[in-house]
């Protein structure tokens, strides 16, 4: 029998015994909603809700939870969400904690609000409490299980994400998750109404029309744990759902007996495994092995929805195999995969909670009854791995990370996971996962890829045998060296390996000065490399064989003797599209300071890697000096812990892998260049088995040694003794000393398919589709793209898909190309205008159900189609004039009877009352005011009348000149009006009653109060009325003067209010527990307690009654005095409460002895074998210890300390710890045995006879003496310099004064090493006794003197060096020429931080100068992304506040001086290019020249130097071979010719204020420009002559702005961040539109692209590249995360556009939307425009 028919007919049997149920309805649901008290989640695509904190935590799995988020995406975590792109198209578990309902891509955004709401609230209501308990108690009948609060989250009429480009669907769901808890337990219900899923699953967002949907996921994960300290898991996890039919049966069935409730326990606080799902209603349950065992696949990440049907065949086959306790212990399980017909075989509930589940083999009795089952033996379940575990896997510490594994405690054995041919992956399936140079193996379990001869490598990724490698990636980051921390931001990490001898490379640019000084040591950063391409000897493997490219290396680095931690990840991400590994690293900890100018040197060192299944581990010690001018020579030493964690294939069975392989590292170089601000660290590496040691050179064979003479390209080939063979590297061919690469793709031997082209790479090549191809599901064969399911064709057009493009052929009866068709009417006739097609549908009611709507507006075309300035409307008689698109021009229309506005004449501005009059009379389709609405009256002169009338209700007011209402002047219907002519008495302002009452007077529409709404009574004055009385309700109460109610006083309705001009008695303030109470009591509505609250009891006096009961309860217990329940004194309903007046036994605290036994023993880093201290009865520290593991004993004093020299090894007699020994170390005696040990030249404190600090004490080699106290702290003010009188330590201190700013600097100092003693040849700075700065100061060790002011800053020009006469620093020093002013950004910085008190707070406003003291561009509060531009006095420029994490494209008005000599400002073009990049870098305008599509880096060149200026725009004039600038510091216009030598030429230099982009218009010898500070738009002809401004309305921002010579049309961009657009108009200022303004943040760059005729822009705000049509239509992303892009151009597909980012010009091709290529220019300066020099005119170009 097939297998769904055993599942039907079980099915069926099971159905026929139980009673029929139906599905629950939505009125079934848990109340939900606004009236429920829910909050809304804000609607979108992926929005997730702020952090709902719980009242008291919850226990997840058996983890704490003390907030929750609810996501659009149906699901519920602990944790705030990640985007929803890293998880919503993935499989299930997911890497973070989640209860998933429904885990799908759904999105509520929707411009009407016809996509549902998501409502969530945590409560404690007892409807709902009990609601939870009841459920639960149906599904775990002893469950002793008492909610205290509950989550209720529901997801209403929710639909799913759908593209914009097809139609909406009508599919919704609905459906809630509800989670209950109380102190110990917490259980979750899934509800599922009928009819609440239709829909079961979504597509991925990138699918490439690949029609594929994914089902629903539904379950439960724990997310991620941490293990061997660095490495991560898949925690337990638990499905629900695993295809579309088990998401269906969601609401079909369930597990409560109730169709569509689905109950599970969730956590435990003590102890809980994975999700228990409730056993009533009787589901099929499914043998073990069938699921719960995570099988050993080799392809982990590529989750397969599994099949979910009964397999009768495989379950007595399975059932052969019992979960013995030794079969547990051989298998892991990871997580609990079960379908909807399947329940969990074995129960992992603690002990006490334990639930009986089906009987699997055993049908459900009749009525659904379930027999007692014998309880199964509980199988303890372990975390796995991220990947499956293998044999030989490691066993994993307790709360420790693993850096060695010990042989011993590893079973290789496995043998209890069954294989079937169901679930085993084969080549055929997945072969794709294997290199393109590799092939793929079957075996009995899997498949395995293995690398083509040649090529190395784990077979996913392969490389040529002999070729030298390259690694490029990003490091990111926050160091702290010393004090001070240093944030790295993605920096370039690359690295070069030359294979062939070991040789491996490997530089980071842009690091700090102070920080890359201090990672010279840290040379296990390059050593990754190192490793993965080691020169491997006989008998060994380099890494990279093993791990292939993608890969996780997690290394912990301690550095001795000042104990600094500093961790790296590194992760491989597998080969770039140039076969370069690319590979990521996170740096963050400590690294020691380490002088500037010093030199480091690595000692050679061998390490031993031990290899598992899955990990590599290393411990080592290394050993390096410093060399410095200050400390001369240093050694220190660090060690190095590491996992690499790689993804490894066990299915061809082979033997197992060598386990220990050892890494000598013979050379090391590190160095870093101040200059460059490069490090580098180079390292020669061989890799051989463990024990291998290197004999002479004379014996060793070249291959082995590294030093023959093969080409970098080619390997080295042992023979017999010394002799070698060089062989060139796969894809390179010559004899070995000198190979060359070959061209695969020229030659033929490329491996590419049809309709795919061949890329040649360094030793290889790779294959990219033609264009209208991608590539199939394989990654390797190019498919057709089929166009036309994104409907590129006009609506009366039909698309024909082909192979490689498609066509558009106009339907019968139309004509065109296609792309645009209409009707025809004859051959000369031409298509309809808008306008003719608006009246003509009009006209023929097409709009109106196929008749003409009677008295509708008309409008009136003239005889070329176009729309006449002047409409009117034939009915109303109303005429206004209209714009070139048929739109009303504001302010035009006239009403009968009144000459029309003349509509040639230009037009002015609304003014603020048109606008708003406007906004509300075409708010109806015809364009007439709402009936009801108030519609502001405006004079002829736009301005508001000055009375105002609501033509409704009647009512009218006096307004200002802003239309704001003059307070006091409003009339009701029927009075009348106030003179609004006649100056205002004296205004009276609103009293807090009257604003009070207002406010809810003016909540309706038309300003009355809400029905029902309280409204406070105020009397003549304004004061509130002393009694108070709710017109609705009837009751009523006292008020004190600020409106507050009176406590006491409130009456109910009917009865007498009370007298509230009677004085009240005395009253006392509320105690806190009256404040407990009543804030409880008068929760709801009505100012009655919620029931089932609990609510404090209080005596007379107001203090907490001692005995506190709960009334829905029935629990009672003690208190004190603060409210706070008094341990052990909780009783439950029914019992004796206790005697709360009678003294609790004194409890003794716990002692230092228990406090350390306690945390030995329960804290997460305990682990076996770890030292647990033995105390007394009274909670002392016995006097002998002995450690249980190793047998140690020794004596220790009171505080535990062991007492030295009693210490026994195993077996030996323990030392008498009664006996007197001599006296315990004092302090001051084990702080200086502590520094005799350690570098000379540190201060050794002296101590007393007795072992007390001498009351003076003296630096040896400094010669400075201080006091100090008993405890060693030094007395401020004792400090003498060497030479000098030391102070009298036994005189008493004077008063003490607050420490100045000079003795707080040199205490910092004195005391800056870990252990605080000042580091010796640090700079102390000398005080006076007053504590002021010395005016000379001196350094102790270099000799050099200088002098300084009161700040302690150094005076420029006084420094001496030693030996030499010094500066006398009490004689005023002549300003030097050099030397400039304070400025006023340094003296407004200076100001403020004084202000501050000198540590201004992260979100407090600091001025941010230049170093030459200018304003920066960009000014921010503090530490926050609050920015804004300012210009060169610091002020503010209009429109640039952003508040987000983007700052504002701020442009620096002064040009940084230049200390350089000057070179000349003439042209020195490249030569030789036909097309090459021009681009603005401060004072120099670069030539990049193109070599076909590519960035010829190898060319480049200053086309132009520029001293003192700024260049902005840049454009080209292709006729006249001359290149167009903007200079923001000079404030003028200029060009120069592309000839050598010529010179620049100032075309306009006046009424400049910001001149940004610049476009030359080469076909009408014009050009435009865009002025940011005055935001104009200019144009003049391209000598200057001719100026005239087009714009100079509505601009904030303009920033780029483009021409396009064909068509006529100006394009430009305002990045204003309130509402940022991109404009068009014709180039003579007519037909101004906006193109684009929706979905835009700051759009700094604009081009077009002459080949579709498409304009495109770069975002930095949104980060996007983006196209659209001048009609607004076709808008396409092509690159979804640039980094901060400012200009741009095209060229051939490609556009180049200049980042800030990067400070380099970035290629990215249209058609593979990648980037490309990359030019980093040696200056690292902000880049500005970019245009296009070509030998001759482009077709097509702008």
């Not at 109303?878 to 070139?884: G, K, Q």
């Not at 006084?1358 to 009490?1370: F, I, K, L, Q, Y």
Request: net charge negative; proline share 8%; hydrophobic share 25%.
């Amino acid at each position: 029998m097939e297998r769904g028919e055993i599942l039907a007919v079980y099915l069926l049997c099971w159905c026929c015994s139980v009673c029929v149920v139906t599905a629950i309805q939505r009125a079934d649901m848990f109340p939900y909603g606004n009236l429920s008290g829910d909050a809304s989640l804000e609607v979108g695509d992926d929005v997730t809700s702020p952090v709902l904190s719980l009242p008291k935590p919850l226990y997840f799995y058996n983890d704490p939870v003390s907030q929750l988020y609810v996501a659009t995406n149906g699901i519920i975590s602990t944790q705030e969400l990640l985007m929803e792109k890293q998880y919503v198209d993935d499989g299930f578990p997911t890497d973070f904690p989640v209860v998933a309902p429904f885990l799908a891509d759904i999105d509520t955004s929707d411009e009407k609000g016809q996509r549902g709401q998501i409502y969530y609230r945590v409560t404690e209501i007892p409807s709902v409490l009990n609601k939870v308990a009841q459920e639960v108690h149906r599904g775990f009948p002893d469950a002793k299980f008492t909610p205290t609060h509950a989550v209720v989250a529901t997801w209403e009429n929710v639909a799913a994400y759908e593209e914009r480009t097809t139609g909406r669907s009508n599919k919704v769901n609905t459906f809630q998750a509800v989670i209950g808890y109380d102190e110990t337990d917490s259980y979750v219900l899934f509800l599922y109404p009928q009819d609440g899923l239709n829909f079961f699953g979504t597509r991925p967002k990138e699918s490439y029309n690949v029609e594929i949907e994914l089902p629903a996921r539904v379950g439960f994960s724990r997310g991620e744990i941490v293990y061997m300290f660095f490495n991560r898991k898949q925690g337990p996890h638990y499905s629900v759902t695993s295809d579309e039919q088990s998401v269906k049966n969601l609401y079909q069935v369930g597990n409560t007996g109730i169709p569509g409730v689905w109950l599970f326990h969730t956590g435990n606080r003590y102890s809980f495994d994975n999700i228990v799902p409730a056993s009533t209603g009787g589901l099929l349950a499914t043998p073990p092995g069938e699921y719960g065992i995570s099988l050993d696949t080799t392809t982990p990440e590529y989750d397969e929805y599994p099949d979910n049907g009964f397999d009768h065949d495989n379950q007595e086959e399975e059932d052969d195999y019992p979960l013995t306790e030794d079969s547990a212990r051989q298998v892991s399980y990871g997580s609990e995969d079960v379908p909807l017909t399947s329940e969990p075989r074995y129960s992992f509930e603690p002990a006490g909670r334990q639930y009986a589940p089906l009987n699997p083999q055993e049908n459900v009795p009749a009525g659904g009854a379930q027999q007692p089952q014998e309880q199964q033996p509980q199988v303890p379940l372990e975390v796995v791995d991220v990947y499956p575990p293998h044999r030989n896997e490691p066993p994993l510490s307790p709360g420790g990370h693993v850096v060695s594994v010990d042989e011993d405690d590893v079973d290789f054995e496995t043998g209890v996971i069954q294989y079937t041919t169901e679930n085993k992956e084969t080549c055929a399936r997945f072969q794709q996962q294997c290199s393109q140079n590799a092939f793929c193996s079957d075996y009995a379990t899997g498949f395995c890829c293995h690398c083509k001869p040649g090529f190395y490598g784990n077979g996913h990724h392969c490389l040529p045998e002999g070729a030298p490698q390259r690694v490029s990636g990003k490091m990111s980051g926050t160091l702290t060296v010393g004090s001070t921390p240093v944030d790295l931001n993605n920096i370039d990490l690359h690295a070069y390996i030359v294979v062939g001898d070991g040789r491996a490379y490997t530089a980071i640019s842009e690091v700090p000065e102070p920080l890359g000084w201090a990672l010279m040591p840290v040379a296990p950063i390059g050593e990754l490399f190192g490793w993965l391409f080691a020169l491997e000897l006989p008998n060994s493997q380099a890494g990279f064989k093993i791990t292939g490219a993608e890969f996780t290396r997690r290394a912990e680095v301690i550095f001795y003797p000042s104990n600094q931690r500093l961790s790296i990840i590194q992760t491989g991400r597998g080969l770039d599209e140039h076969n370069h590994l690319t590979v990521d690293t996170e740096v963050n900890g400590n690294v020691p300071f380490i002088p500037p100018g010093a030199e480091v040197t690595m000692d050679p060192f061998k390490e031993t890697y031990q290899y598992y299944p899955s990990v590599v581990t290393s411990t080592s010690v290394r050993e390096f000096s410093v060399v410095s001018a200050e400390r001369g020579s240093e050694s220190f030493s660090f060690q190095l812990k590491q996992n690499i964690t790689y993804r490894d294939c066990r299915h061809d069975n082979r033997a197992a892998a060598v386990e220990t392989l050892q890494i000598t590292m013979e050379r090391a170089f590190v160095v870093y260049v101040k200059e460059e601000r490069i490090l580098r660290y180079a390292i020669t590496n061989k890799i051989s088995p463990v024990g291998v040691e290197p004999v002479g050179p004379e014996l060793v064979n070249p291959c082995y040694a590294g030093n023959h003479d093969c080409d970098t390209t080619a390997q080295c080939i042992p023979l017999e003794g010394q002799a070698f063979n060089c062989q060139c590297a796969t894809g390179y061919r010559g004899d070995g000393r000198n190979c060359y690469d070959i061209d695969e793709c020229a030659e033929g031997l490329g491996t590419c398919g049809a309709h795919s082209q061949c890329v040649n790479l360094p030793g290889s090549h790779r294959c990219q589709c033609q264009s209208g191809y991608e590539f199939g599901f394989d990654g390797r064969t190019c498919v057709d793209v089929d166009e036309c399911s994104s409907s590129p064709c006009h609506i009366n057009a039909r698309c024909i898909n082909g192979l490689g493009s498609f066509q558009c052929q106009c339907q019968l009866g139309f004509y065109g190309d296609g792309f645009y068709c209409f009707q025809q009417e004859g051959q000369t006739s031409r298509p309809k205008s808008q306008c003719e097609q608006h009246r003509d549908s009009l006209q023929s009611g097409v709009e109106h159900g196929g008749r003409p709507s009677l008295g509708a507006f008309i409008p009136q075309c003239d005889s070329d189609g176009r729309y006449r300035p002047l409409q009117c409307h034939g009915s109303t008689g109303h005429c206004w004039c209209v714009d070139r698109r048929g739109q009303e021009r504001a302010g035009t229309r006239t009403p009968p009877g009144t000459a029309p506005t003349d509509c040639d004449r230009p037009e002015r501005p609304k003014t603020p009352c048109e606008h708003h009059r406007d906004s509300i009379q075409t708010t109806s389709p015809e364009g007439y005011p709402i009936i009801g609405a108030y519609v502001p009256q405006c004079d002829a002169n736009g301005q508001y009348s000055p009375l105002q009338c609501h033509g409704s209700i009647g009512h009218c007011w006096c307004v200002d000149s802003s239309g704001q209402e003059r307070p006091g002047t409003r009339t009701l219907p029927g009075t009348t009006p106030k003179d609004c002519d006649k100056p205002d008495e004296p205004e009276h302002f609103k009293t807090q009653c009257e604003h009070h009452r207002d406010s809810i007077q003016t909540t309706s529409p038309e300003g009355h109060p809400g029905v029902g709404v309280y409204v406070p009574q105020c009397d003549a004055s304004g004061q509130y009325t002393p009694l108070q009385c709710h017109g609705s309700s009837g009751y009523c109460w006292c008020v004190d003067k600020s409106g507050q109610e009176r406590e006491g006083t409130r009456t109910f309705p009917g009865t007498p209010p009370k007298d509230c001009d009677k004085p009240d008695e005395r009253e006392r303030p509320k105690t806190f527990c009256e404040h407990h109470r009543d804030s409880v009591q008068t929760t709801s509505p009505e100012g009655h307690p919620i029931p089932g609250v609990f609510v404090p009891q209080c005596d007379t006096n107001g203090a907490y009654r001692s005995q506190q009961c709960h009334s829905s309860s029935g629990h009672c217990w003690c208190v004190d005095s603060n409210g706070q329940e008094r341990p052990g004194t909780r009783t439950p309903p029914g019992t004796a409460p206790k005697d709360c007046d009678k003294p609790d036994e004194p409890e003794r605290p716990k002692t230092h002895c228990e406090h350390h036994k306690d945390r030995a023993q329960s804290s997460p880093e305990a682990y076996p074998g770890a030292f647990v201290p033995q105390c007394d009865t009274n909670g002392q520290y016995i006097q002998l210890q002995c450690h249980g593991s190793t047998g140690h004993c020794w004596c220790v004093d009171n505080r535990g300390q062991e007492r030295a020299g009693t210490r026994t090894p195993p077996g030996a007699t323990p030392t008498d710890c009664d006996k007197p020994d001599v006296r315990p170390k004092t302090d001051c005696e084990q702080r200086r045995d502590s520094v005799r040990t350690t570098s000379p030249g540190v201060f050794v404190p002296q101590c007393d006879a007795n072992g007390q600090y001498t009351s003076q004490q003296c630096h040896s080699s400094s010669g400075h003496c201080w006091c100090v106290d008993s405890s060693g702290q030094e007395r401020p003010g004792t400090r003498t310099p060497p030479g000098a009188q030391p102070k009298d330590c036994d005189k008493p201190d004077e008063p003490q004064r607050p420490k100045t700013q000079c003795e707080h600097h040199r205490d910092n100092i004195l005391n800056s090493s870990p252990d605080g003693y000042p580091v010796v040849g640090v700079f102390v700075p000398q005080c006076d006794a007053d504590g002021q700065y010395m005016s000379q100061q001196c350094h102790g060790s270099t000799g050099q003197c200088w002098c300084v002011d009161r700040r302690g800053q150094e005076r420029a020009g006084t420094r001496t060096p030693a030996g030499v006469a010094r500066v006398d620093c009490d004689r005023p020093v002549p300003v030097a020429p050099t030397q400039r002013p304070e400025s006023v950004c340094e003296r407004w910085r200076a100001s403020l931080i004084e202000h501050y008190g000198g540590k201004p707070e992260p979100q407090q406003y600091v001025p941010q100068c230049e170093p030459d003291g200018q304003f920066s561009p960009v000014q921010c509060y503090g530490e926050t992304t609050y920015c804004w531009c300012v210009d060169q006095d610091g002020r503010e420029v209009p429109g640039t506040r952003s508040h987000d994490v983007v700052k504002p494209a701020c442009l620096p008005s002064v040009a940084p001086p230049t200390v350089r000599p000057l070179p000349r400002p003439d042209v020195t073009p490249p030569t030789n290019t036909d097309v090459t990049l021009l681009y603005a870098q401060g004072q120099k305008i670069g030539a990049l020249p193109l070599n076909g599509t590519r960035l010829d880096a190898s060319r480049s060149k200053t086309l132009l130097t520029l001293h003192g200026s700024i260049v902005v725009g840049l454009s080209y004039d292709c006729k006249e071979n001359q290149v167009y600038w903007t200079d923001l510091s000079a404030r003028t216009i200029n060009r120069a010719s592309m000839e050598s030598g010529a010179e620049p030429e100032i075309l306009i230099n006046t009424n400049l204020v910001s001149p940004e982009g610049l476009a030359v218009d080469v076909k009408r010898r014009l050009m435009f420009w865009v002025d940011s500070n005055p935001d104009v738009i200019e144009t003049a002809n391209l000598d200057g002559s001719g100026r005239r401004t087009l714009f100079d309305a509505d601009l904030v921002n303009p920033r780029a702005i483009i021409v396009v010579s064909s068509t006529g049309t100006l394009y430009w961009t305002d990045w204003n961040r309130e509402a940022p657009k991109i404009e068009s108009s014709s180039v003579d200022g007519q037909n101004r539109r906006v193109v684009v303004s929706d979905g835009i943040g700051l759009p700094n760059a604009l081009t077009y692209d002459s080949s579709s005729g498409q304009i495109c822009w770069a975002d930095a705000g949104t980060k996007r590249l983006e196209c659209i049509f001048p009609d607004g239509s076709g808008r396409k992303v092509i690159h979804a995360t640039l980094n901060y892009p400012f200009s741009m151009v095209y060229y051939r597909n490609h556009f180049y556009y200049t980042d800030w980012r990067r400070d380099g010009v970035i290629a990215v091709s249209k058609d593979s939307s990648q980037f490309t290529d990359e030019y980093l220019p040696d200056q690292r300066s902000h880049l500005y425009g970019i245009a296009i020099a070509t030998s001759h005119c482009l077709s097509g170009s702008h």
